[in-house]
């Protein structure tokens, strides 16, 4: 009787189809939602060129009421627009037009199971996250900002927190209605918020419950906890509002997130 079971070597026939792990699938899925994001010039307006432009201009122009090193109060409130364009406008935006030419739909047939799509949509902004946080640094170094080791460390917690909940805003944005009111919605509260967040700046002249209730929006929470974090200290109140808000808005993501 012949042995089928040992007559090939294994590996003599190529590919051998098995299973995938989880971390494979995790980061082809984030290579592709990278390449697709770098890909987009709407994206890379959003994420690397306004926040550069407000960057210098902000530092280098004439401008009253931003205190004597304004390079110190300006970096960090630029980092929260990069964070907030890449990781709630943009991701709203591409998937509610992923969700519309069904690309999205096709992915949930596939193998790759749901919190694989989310987690690399996620995976993908956090990286460019990052890179927009390195290069606004270094923008922000050569203008003269000089943060502590520990203002950095603390600076990069907080990123990483108000990264996860623009990001849960935007899923929960962009996976529950309908691509054009994505479209439009994302774009203007993008401008709500950072008009709010702008009321950071002035919250010494103005009342002490407005300054609260700036900072109990996202965009005004994050603003002023990365401030004080980049100076060595902890805003708790802001860091609260950012739990908050994401905790609140990936449940709900998790819960009424559509793929069609």
Same mark, same amino acid.
């Given at each position: 009787m012949i042995d089928t079971a040992n007559r090939f070597a294994p590996g003599t026939f190529t590919p051998a189809p098995k299973p995938t792990t989880r971390g494979a699938m995790l980061a082809a899925q984030t290579r592709l939602e990278l390449v697709l994001l770098l890909r987009?010039?709407?994206? $890379? !307006?959003?994420?690397m060129f306004i926040p550069i432009t407000?960057?210098?201009?902000?530092?280098?122009l004439p401008l009253s009421g931003l205190g004597d090193h304004r390079v110190d109060r300006v970096v960090p409130t630029v980092m929260m627009v990069a964070v907030m364009s890449t990781a709630f406008t943009g991701q709203a935006i591409a998937v509610g037009f992923d969700r519309r030419y069904g690309a999205l739909k096709r992915l949930g047939a596939t193998p790759l199971p749901r919190?694989?799509?989310?987690a690399g949509k996620c995976a993908a902004v956090l990286i460019v996250v990052v890179l927009q946080s390195? $290069? !606004?640094?270094?923008?922000g170094f050569a203008l003269g900002w000089r943060p502590s080791p520990l203002g950095l460390l603390l600076g990069a917690v907080v990123i990483a927190l108000g990264t996860a909940t623009f990001a849960a805003l935007g899923l929960l944005l962009g996976g529950t209605l309908k691509a054009e009111i994505v479209l439009a919605l994302a774009n203007i509260l993008w401008f709500v918020m950072l008009g709010i967040a702008s009321l950071v700046f002035l919250s010494e002249d103005l009342p002490s419950a407005v300054g609260l209730i700036a900072r109990a929006v996202p965009s005004g929470a994050l603003a002023e906890a990365l401030?004080?974090?980049?100076?060595?200290s902890i805003d708790w109140y802001g860091v609260a509002m950012l739990a908050v808000w994401?905790?609140?808005s990936g449940w709900l993501a998790s819960k009424f997130f559509r793929f069609d």
């Open positions: 987009n010039g709407e994206q $890379l !307006l959003l994420t407000l960057l210098i201009g902000l530092t280098l919190w694989g799509i989310v390195i $290069l !606004l640094g270094a923008i401030e004080r974090a980049l100076r060595g994401g905790g609140a």
